[in-house]
């Protein structure tokens, strides 16, 4: 990921008529109950977002896919709702949202989405009204802010990068010492540190090599112990 960007010529932002316009309803393979607005390949997608936001060197558009640490927790909200059912739900890095709206689908009482990537908003409002459901969002970089007091935080794919693997790590700990509980969808990042953790379900979720090295990436969803 670059840390930088060099700036270049772009029309007026429209986040929602973007999302719209660049991806297509679909069912995520492992949770085929849902509906997602979704891109097909990764490449012109992140090309259209630079020119779209006249920037280079932007991070992938994580929230066009359906990735497999989400779809793992999304599959285990879904044939577990009692995790969800009557809680409160803060969904760290929401992306497409597809995780909060599966805790929406299986009984939450609420659902947060948090992503700091400005074209999230409107894909997580697409897909919420897709799926029937009402889920909230902030662009606040949740890592700056004490854990939110809800009772179930969830984070999958988040150990892309060492050191901000190792402090969504602290902060998801933080989380659960102050009484959550935190379910973590993770697929074999090089950064995901199991330690101290338990696993609570795995799955073979399919994917697709746009995205992966694997065509079926074996996936968990784990708890602090």
Known sequence: ????????????????GFVERNTRLQHPPHTPELALHLAD?????????????????????FWAFAWAGGQAIARYLLDHPHE???????DFATGS?????AAMKAGAASAIG????????????????????????????????????VDLITAGDIAYEKPLAQ?????????????????IGDPG???????GLVQLAEYRVPTTRELEDLEVKKTGVWTFA
């Open 1 to 16: 990921m670059s840390l930088t960007s060099d700036r270049i010529d772009a029309p007026a932002l429209d986040p929602r």
């Open 41 to 61: 390949e990764i490449t012109p997608i992140w090309r259209m977002t630079e020119e779209e936001l006249g920037e280079l060197g932007l991070p992938p558009p």
């Open 84 to 90: 969800a059912q009557g809680r409160s739900v803060f």
């Open 97 to 101: 949202g597809l995780v909060a709206i």
């Open 114 to 149: 948090a992503d700091i990537d400005r074209f999230c908003e409107p894909a997580v409002a697409l897909n919420a009204r897709a799926n029937g459901v009402m889920v909230g969002f902030t662009s606040d970089n949740a890592l700056d802010h004490p854990p939110p007091r």
């Open 167 to 183: 402090q969504v790590r602290n902060w998801l700990a933080q989380a659960h010492a102050q009484g959550a509980r935190v379910l």
């Open 189 to 195: 990042r090089t950064y995901f540190e199991p330690s």
